[in-house]
């Protein structure tokens, strides 16, 4: 089993920048860990993704904009979330799986979520 404890989420104005973090406990760490996120009355889209050993992929939606990092000594993933617009309001989720994937069906584990609101 693993936990995911997401934290860093608030509000911000367009243009401005957060940093998610999640903190991941329990069996292992080696998983791949993505994030996702979710706005109201839409469904649970991709964001970003990371490799036990540093590999990532982006959804075009945040690519070159946010970074996705991860510690591992730490046991702990990061998004960092530039140039922030309006329609990156969501509530965002960590998850892990095994292997990078972006449909959010075929992650095992996911956190609660932390809130992300961007006014314009």
């Known amino acids: 089993q693993v936990q995911l404890v997401e934290s860093g989420g608030g509000l911000v104005q367009a243009g401005g920048s957060l940093r998610l973090s999640c903190a991941a406990s329990?069996?292992?760490?080696?998983?791949?860990m993505g994030w996702f996120r979710q706005a109201p009355g839409k469904e649970r889209e991709f964001a970003a993704a990371?490799?036990?050993?540093?590999?990532?992929y982006y959804a075009d939606s945040v690519k070159g904009r946010f970074t996705i990092s991860r510690d591992n000594a730490k046991k702990t993933v990061y998004l960092q979330m530039n140039s922030l617009k309006s329609e990156d309001t969501a509530v965002y989720y960590c998850?892990?799986?095994?292997?990078?994937?972006?449909?959010?069906?075929?992650?095992?584990?996911w956190g609660q979520g932390t809130q992300v609101t961007v006014s314009s």
């Open positions: 990371i490799s036990w050993g540093g590999t990532t």
């Open positions: 329990g069996r292992t760490f080696t998983y791949v």
């Open positions: 998850a892990a799986d095994t292997r990078i994937r972006t449909n959010p069906a075929d992650y095992d584990y």
